[in-house]
């Protein structure tokens, strides 16, 4: 049954402080809804006040600086995947953006709350996992640059701490001679939450791989480096026989489980598959 | 309760209503406006689409607060005196069977041809994929917005 709407509140803010503030009373920050919405449909979002950032001009639009890019929290997917520098530098990114629910889900759907929501099935984590992103995270204290491999915790469990806000996340644009592979499995192109994902670029010459980063999202409590897959393929060429030892690798960097969507089985095949589909178009 | 500001089909109208109410709610409830349909309720099967400020939205996930002097397109604002060419297509092509998808699907492809001008197949497909429809098996749909081009 759907939630009590008395047993809610949702207020408009205008800048950071103010925001600060209703953080500090124990509201929650409500973005393009996509999340929380559904959760409300479904009888199941906590009761309490919210407080609706969309407006706050420090935490929108992406921007070009000089070293890197800034993605707001408030940008959407279909800011991302539209925009020139991102297509061009970070092409798993408008990938990824393509594949989120459909054109109505990207034009709500935000890059802080598919972070803060620190679900394993999330698009972006795996993609900023392997472009070695860092996250801002700010509050009445200041603000703290992480990077991204250390924000997610645990299942839905993430560093950022009640008082604070996503920022924005930072990417460094140096992938430009890189490989940049994306694959999305599930069980229909739109509107499909993933049965697992991998992110991965690399960088090859003459066949040896000078540099890899490959991460799956979907097979463990959060979407993961697989370094121990790395390690191995780093330096070497790709012969079928590296090719098939990298797979049974992976085993040791997921752990995929059953549940609603997939079995744990058929996740790892498929992920030791789409590693394959993925180095078998490198070398 | 909040007193909003609505933009809707060229329209001002001012609401009481909770700013957590779902934009689908206060189109169908206190505006009148039912064209607008629901589906699934959490942003699956995009029935209750409408155009906010230019953009594709489920209007089942956007909460009234974010409405707010915001500018809106409902499947009624589509047609004027007459009905549009791709509602007009939709009727030669077999596009509608049940009805309960279609304001969805016309607001969708509404939106798909203002973003394209000439659309490919893959932009249709593309640009209505976040519509189910249990009737037609979409090509009709599909056939109704290419047969219309790049008008709506």
Redesign the interface.
């Known amino acids: 049954m759907?939630g009590y709407?008395?047993d809610?509140?949702?207020?408009?803010t205008e800048n950071l402080t103010e925001a600060f503030g209703k953080l500090a009373e124990g509201e929650k920050p409500?973005a393009g809804?996509?999340d929380i919405?559904?959760l409300?449909?479904?009888g199941v979002l906590p009761a309490g006040r919210?407080f609706?950032i969309?407006k706050l001009k420090e935490l929108g639009g992406i921007k070009v600086l000089k070293d890197q890019v800034s993605l707001g929290a408030l940008a959407t997917y279909?800011d991302v995947r539209n925009h020139k520098t991102i297509q061009k530098h970070f092409p798993i990114l408008v990938e990824s953006a393509k594949e989120v629910?459909?054109?109505?889900?990207q034009?709500?759907g935000t890059v802080g709350g598919n972070i803060a929501n620190a679900s394993p099935a999330a698009d972006f984590p795996p993609c900023l996992l392997v472009y070695e992103a860092k996250i801002n995270l700010i509050s009445s204290s200041g603000l703290r640059t992480l990077d991204y491999t250390q924000f997610h915790l645990g299942y839905k469990k993430s560093e950022i701490r009640p008082d604070e806000l996503i920022q924005s996340v930072l990417l460094e644009p140096r992938f430009l001679d890189y490989h940049h592979f994306w694959r999305k499995v599930g069980s229909r192109?739109?509107?499909a939450i993933s049965k697992t994902m991998v992110a991965a670029i690399a960088k090859v010459n003459r066949r040896k791989i000078e540099d890899i980063k490959i991460a799956f999202g979907s097979v463990a409590p959060t979407a993961v480096r697989c370094r121990k897959v790395e390690s191995f393929l780093l330096g070497k060429k790709l012969t079928s026989e590296v090719i098939l030892e990298a797979k049974n690798i992976l085993t040791k960097d997921i752990q995929p489980i059953d549940d609603i969507r997939s079995t744990g089985k058929y996740r790892l095949i498929a992920s030791q598959n789409v590693l394959e589909e993925f180095l078998c178009g490198i070398g | 309760m909040k007193k909003l500001k609505l933009l809707v089909n060229s329209k001002t109208f001012t609401v009481d209503c909770?700013?957590?109410?779902?934009l689908l709610d206060v189109l169908r409830e206190e505006l009148k406006l039912t064209g607008t349909k629901e589906g699934c309720?959490?942003?699956?099967c995009?029935a209750c689409?409408v155009i906010m400020d230019g953009?594709?939205?489920?209007s089942?996930?956007?909460?009234a607060?974010?409405a707010?002097n915001k500018k809106i397109l409902t499947v009624e604002g589509l047609s004027n005196k007459s009905m549009s060419p791709l509602q007009k297509a939709f009727i030669q092509c077999g596009g509608a069977q049940c009805g309960i998808c279609t304001p969805g699907m016309l607001i969708?492809a509404h939106?798909?041809k203002t973003r394209k001008k000439n659309p490919s197949k893959e932009d249709i497909r593309?640009?209505l994929?976040?519509?189910l429809c249990r009737c037609t098996g979409y090509s009709q749909i599909i056939e109704s917005v290419q047969k219309c081009g790049g008008r709506s």
């Open positions: 759907r709407l008395p809610y509140d949702l207020s408009s409500f809804g996509t919405m559904v409300m449909d479904a919210y609706d969309s279909s629910g459909a054109i109505a889900i034009n709500r192109q739109a509107q | 909770h700013p957590f109410a779902r309720g959490e942003g699956e995009g689409s953009k594709l939205v489920n089942c996930l956007v909460p607060l974010q707010h969708a939106a798909m593309e640009g994929s976040g519509n």
